[in-house]
């Protein structure tokens, strides 16, 4: 995006203007909007919790809400976030657990940005909070079992669902379109990265067919699962999402690269998978849960990761977006590129589900 206006929704000003937003959209008379806090952890979008009471009109009362506008930075593959809140809305039509998406705004003379607001989902997301405490989530095979119906329920939102079209169906298979995809960004790279050039070939040569097309959170881990004493209470962060593999979501989930140091604990860092796969058989989800179509798809995420490692150390070394973590992100793919390697001859040693 390119000259955004700067935007805190912590001032007088802004707060106006979403006020008055608000209440057209809702038909209130009044919208009072206070208690703005800034929220961390999103790497693209800008969020905001807040308080908003509404006098008159449909949603009359005290709300708290998040404010999620649009970042300064986006990634290649990540969908604008007016895409984002329709794919986050077509998800909790289907059934799924989603802090509930409530309006969306285009016009960029309210906030000088996109943004969408949705319901505050209280709990925490980070995830080495999450790894560190065990009482966290209630019962820890009862989280693990959530986490993996609600990605069965994510995966019966219809193909030709009419609000997701702009979402394009990977081509030959959701397998080589990845493979297209990283090798046309590495060849883009001044950076010889023989590791992951050797991890693409092996994709490609050990490509997995795939029978139906499902919705593909595309971010689908531990740091974006909203988590309070009681159990999951909702999935966040939806601008990865596209048409692919049922598999793609699971491999990410338990890729090596995001169990935050835990590696006995496959499903990111939060325990086994037996867990995890009970409650997404159960929930009817339509995956083969294979061990070697599963390891194929941690390579594949591991491939990934790499690949938006480098571009996200770029957006610091390009003096774009000066920053200490994206500095650090970009030191990520060398670390990576070893498990690639390591992971490919674990698979042809035929040893799989480390």
């Not at 596209?242 to 496959?266: H, I, K, M, S, Y």
């Not at 997404?280 to 591991?302: K, Q, S």
Request: hydrophobic share 45%; aromatic share 8%; with cysteine.
């Amino acid at each position: 995006m390119a000259d955004v206006t700067p935007l805190d929704l912590q001032e007088a000003d802004a707060q106006a203007a979403l006020a008055g937003w608000l209440a057209s959209e809702t038909g209130a008379t009044d919208v009072a909007v206070g208690g703005v806090e800034p929220l961390g952890g999103g790497a693209i979008h800008l969020h905001w919790r807040l308080d908003a009471t509404f006098t008159g009109g449909a949603f009359e009362g005290d709300h708290e809400l998040v404010v999620r506008a649009a970042g300064d930075a986006t990634l290649a593959e990540s969908l604008d976030l007016v895409r984002e809140f329709a794919v986050a809305r077509a998800a909790a039509d289907a059934g799924a657990t989603v802090p509930e998406p409530l309006w969306c705004c285009e016009d960029d003379s309210v906030l000088g940005r996109p943004f969408a607001v949705s319901r505050f989902a209280p709990g925490v997301a980070a995830a080495h909070l999450l790894v560190r405490n065990e009482e966290l989530g209630g019962s820890r095979p009862a989280l693990l079992a959530s986490i993996g119906e609600e990605l069965a329920r994510l995966q019966t939102v219809p193909l030709e669902t009419p609000p997701l079209a702009f979402l394009p169906k990977p081509e030959p298979s959701p397998a080589l379109a990845y493979v297209a995809e990283f090798r046309a960004a590495l060849d883009a790279h001044p950076r010889p990265r023989p590791a992951l050039e050797w991890g693409l070939r092996w994709l490609e040569r050990n490509a997995r067919p795939t029978a139906q097309l499902v919705l593909v959170h595309g971010d689908y881990r531990n740091g974006n699962f909203m988590v309070d004493d009681d159990g999951l209470r909702g999935v966040l962060d939806w601008e990865f999402a596209r048409w692919g593999d049922p598999l793609e979501d699971v491999g990410w989930l338990t890729a090596r690269c995001w169990r935050a140091n835990r590696f006995d604990r496959p499903v990111g860092g939060l325990g086994p998978r037996e867990d995890f796969e009970r409650g997404y058989r159960e929930a009817g989800g339509i995956g083969d849960l294979d061990p070697a179509a599963v390891h194929y798809w941690e390579v594949m995420a591991h491939v990934r990761w790499a690949i938006i490692a480098i571009h996200q150390g770029e957006r610091h070394t390009s003096g774009r977006q000066p920053s200490l973590e994206l500095a650090l992100t970009g030191r990520i793919p060398d670390e990576v590129e070893i498990e690639i390697l390591t992971m490919i001859d674990e698979a042809e040693r035929g040893e799989f589900g480390g």
